[in-house]
């Protein structure tokens, strides 16, 4: 796969921490606990983070990483964070309000902030380089994107979090031929209930979306296991897998 996940639990207690992947040393996709991976050199090398959305899962650490990188701020660098209108109105209003925390787009000065945010839009390409991350809609409880990521001659689809809609199914087929895909699998086929309620994934959901696929990926990857449910959903996953089988981020 042509990014390194940090974190891909869908809590607290599993084996990694909470979301977050790697793109490259200046390229984060959200900063869950997973973040806390990096070394302070290699987290001062970030400039660019992109928030699938709001949820404190995917966002929880990032007000203490950018605190570690004022040395961005010396340089006169700003570190960007991507996100969706709604996704960057959140943080605005719930985290970088001085309550919570400082607002990182007046220090250490309003002339040379460290944070700047740039609100993306679904099917918008942003280049940095040599790669390239395009945004999609997924299907959640709040406005989600997925992101695909074109680096290293390879395509990666994130999913992020989702739950099962035609309207996913449509925005991954138009991304064409991918490599890997990252499903996130937060139940048990037992609780679907509580996932379609949250707007979640189960096993079965997984296999729902993935058969939906005009073109099969290469890989298929498994994400966001709630930790208290992760055994069940395993055990799950081994029973009915798909012809190239689940590989799961731990």
């Not at 109105?89 to 700047?116: G, T």
Request: aromatic content about 6%; glycine content about 6%.
């Amino acid at each position: 796969m042509n990014i390194h996940a940090l974190g891909a639990s869908g809590g607290l207690g599993g084996l990694t921490g909470s979301t977050c992947l790697q793109v490259n040393e200046s390229i984060l996709i959200d900063a869950g606990t997973g973040v806390t991976q990096l070394l302070l050199k290699q987290m001062q090398q970030v400039r660019h983070i992109f928030l699938s959305h709001s949820h404190s899962d995917h966002i929880c650490c990032l007000p203490m990483l950018l605190g570690n990188l004022f040395n961005v701020a010396d340089a006169g660098t700003p570190v960007t964070v991507y996100g969706s209108q709604d996704t960057l109105e959140a943080i605005r209003e719930h985290v970088f309000n001085w309550v919570i925390w400082p607002d990182m787009r007046e220090l250490p000065s309003k002339e040379k902030p460290l944070l700047r945010l740039q609100e993306i839009n679904a099917g918008e390409q942003i280049w940095i380089d040599d790669v390239c991350i395009e945004p999609f809609r997924t299907y959640h409880t709040v406005p989600t994107f997925g992101f695909a990521i074109r680096k290293d001659n390879q395509t990666t689809a994130f999913v992020a979090d989702t739950g099962y809609a035609e309207s996913v199914i449509e925005n991954i087929n138009a991304l064409g031929s991918l490599d890997d895909i990252i499903f996130e699998c937060s139940f048990p086929n037992e609780l679907e209930a509580i996932a379609h309620q949250s707007c979640h994934l189960t096993p079965q959901l997984c296999l729902q979306l993935l058969e939906g696929l005009h073109k099969q990926p290469r890989r298929v990857w498994i994400n966001h296991l709630k930790p208290d449910v992760a055994d069940a959903v395993h055990k799950q996953l081994r029973e009915v897998q798909p012809p190239q089988g689940w590989q799961v981020l731990l």
